[in-house]
């Protein structure tokens, strides 16, 4: 599976975006992930969603930004409202069938996208 993240680009504080991330096959099975990386620091975990459609959130993600999923279109999306400058960072996306009780770590992810850059000035 080969993954194509998209959407980023370059918005104003309290403005909002919505990546893409466009799978080569079929993504009914897989679970998905979003991460942000912000230059010389760790890839933090943002929202995930599994096969079933369940969602979770980082505390900095919830009631701002919505992970969701088309199998039809083979894409998770990850909707982000209300940017702040600290948002600013690489947004990468993740699938894996694998299943279990560390989801939201990278280990557990497959296949990921090039990243998107997500910048938000005040």
């Known amino acids: 599976v080969q993954l194509q993240a998209s959407g980023g680009g370059s918005v104003q504080v309290g403005g909002s975006l919505r990546l893409s991330c466009t799978a080569s096959?079929?993504?009914?099975?897989?679970?998905g992930i979003w991460y942000r990386q912000v230059s010389g620091k760790q890839r933090e975990f943002v929202a995930g969603?599994?096969?079933?459609?369940?969602?979770n959130y980082e505390e900095f993600a919830e009631g701002r930004f919505t992970i969701s999923r088309d199998n039809a279109k083979n894409t998770v999306y990850l909707q982000m409202d209300s940017l702040k400058p600290e948002d600013t960072a690489v947004y990468y996306c993740?699938?894996?069938?694998?299943?279990?009780?560390?989801?939201?770590?990278?280990?557990?992810?497959?296949?990921w996208g090039q990243g998107t850059q997500v910048t938000v000035s005040s």
């Open positions: 969603i599994t096969a079933g459609g369940s969602t």
């Open positions: 096959g079929n993504i009914v099975s897989l679970n």
């Open positions: 993740a699938v894996t069938p694998s299943d279990g009780p560390s989801m939201r770590r990278p280990a557990m992810y497959d296949y």
